[in-house]
């Protein structure tokens, strides 16, 4: 089976900087070591050690470093942090992701210059990195060097568009500026991407007052409070985790990312024996419950990738995401019927999201139902689609036995991918057999 979902660290992505430690007895069972309690004191060691054990087997991957930067990181041992990802930089020294991390970690230090001059050489290398030019403008704002930062906030809305921080923290400087109309315009962009937060109506309230625009200000401000309270009421709900939970939390996190370091070197029992142990820490855990349907699937234990695709479904049954994974789960087991039944429900979550209905499609054409096949790609690609997605509906077609429907699309497929050598091998092919 396909891997469903992404692996951060065969990529070399990051983790969101939490670090939930608080005094609880626990169990922290990790490979190689005696069970022992885990303690505010000692879960940092325990987590160091755990990371130790991977080096060992992989000394001369960066992997082992990175990890170990994350956790420095999340216990806020910033200097330790920078020294960690420095070690991995040696070992992998144009990894974007690591510096992406060092140059993070600096600005926590309010070490900007450096942080500054780590973005931009990420930059270099990946232009389009994910939050890169974002937090480089956050940096260089740092500084005083708003015009700047303004243009590093503008490339990170070029690339990421629908991006509600990016457009948040450019209507910001453009507030910083005195362009009140541009940061409005920000504003009222980052409400409509995510309405969650109460910043962004603080900010339109300020630009809107400073614009003498009362009745807009007053009505901004009625929004911010509203969202302020919304927000309370959130952190409250995150507050009610025991300590308990907090600290297996954090030993869960350690045990997810170190899994995905043997996972990344093909040492995928160990693999599995530090995702089990992450969700056995943190029941909630969805990336490990992931990890492992995708790993027991590969080492021909099909029920257990079944019963955790399963308990993905029931805990959250409105996610589109996860009856996509039971549903690829299943077909890969051979039950298309019900594998179509979780797809065609994923499909009516996210009618626009074309991977789900790719899948489906191919189930569809398993089960011989080519038509409504057909019918779930021609929604699926109203508003444009990949090449991938043409090359599945020429299929569909050529199923159906429509050779000039199937060969239309193909050529639609190629203009989205001229390159693709298999694509043209298959017009060329499919034009053959219509002039016969």
Same mark, same amino acid.
């Given at each position: ?117 780590? %973005? ?39 690339? %990421? ?12 400087? %453009? ?262």
């Amino acid at each position: 089976m396909k891997r469903l979902i992404d692996n951060p660290v065969l990529r070399m992505a990051g983790t969101r900087p939490r670090w939930l430690v608080a005094a609880a007895m626990l169990l922290l069972a990790s490979s190689g070591l005696a069970d022992k309690a885990v303690t505010p004191e000692n879960v940092l060691n325990r987590s160091l050690d755990i990371v130790a054990e991977a080096a060992k087997q992989f000394p001369d991957s960066p992997l082992p470093d990175y990890v170990k930067g994350g956790v420095y990181f999340r216990s806020q041992r910033y200097e330790k942090a920078v020294e960690a990802y420095k070690q991995a930089l040696k070992l992998r020294p144009k990894s974007a992701e690591i510096q992406y991390h060092l140059a993070f970690t600096y600005s926590r230090l309010h070490r900007f210059d450096e942080a500054i001059a780590w %973005y931009r050489k990420l930059i270099g290398i990946r232009p389009d990195f994910p939050k890169a030019n974002q937090r480089l403008g956050k940096a260089l704002f740092e500084r005083g060097q708003v015009g700047e930062a303004i243009e590093a906030m503008k490339r990170e809305i070029k690339y %990421y568009p629908k991006s509600p921080s990016a457009h948040y923290y450019l209507g910001e400087a %453009y507030w910083q500026q005195g362009e009140y109309k541009k940061a409005i315009e920000h504003a009222r962009e980052t409400v409509e991407l995510d309405d969650r937060y109460p910043e962004p109506y603080y900010l339109l309230a300020k630009a809107h007052r400073n614009l003498g625009n009362r009745k807009e200000a007053k009505s901004a401000i009625e929004s911010f409070r509203k969202a302020k309270q919304s927000e309370t009421k959130r952190l409250d709900s995150v507050s009610h985790i025991t300590n308990a939970e907090s600290a297996a939390r954090a030993a869960a996190k350690t045990h997810f990312e170190v899994g995905e370091v043997y996972q990344a070197h093909g040492s995928l029992r160990q693999a599995i024996s530090h995702y089990e142990q992450a969700l056995e820490l943190d029941s909630d855990h969805v990336d490990a419950r992931l990890r492992l349907v995708e790993l027991y699937q590969k080492r021909g234990k099909p029920k257990r990738a079944v019963e955790l695709a399963r308990e993905l479904v029931a805990r959250r049954s409105d996610r589109p995401q996860y009856r996509m994974v039971l549903g690829m789960t299943l077909a890969s087991n051979g039950d298309w019927e019900e594998a179509a039944k979780h797809l065609r429900r994923a499909n009516k979550l996210a009618p626009t999201d074309r991977r789900i209905a790719r899948r489906y499609a191919k189930v569809l054409l398993r089960r011989k139902a080519s038509a409504e096949a057909l019918k779930v790609m021609r929604e699926a690609i109203l508003d444009g689609g990949e090449a991938r997605d043409y090359d599945l509906l020429s299929r569909i077609h050529y199923r159906r036995g429509n050779l000039k429907k199937s060969l239309a699309a193909m050529r639609k497929a190629i203009d989205r991918a001229p390159k693709n050598s298999m694509y043209q091998k298959r017009y060329r092919q499919l034009k053959q057999r219509l002039n016969q």
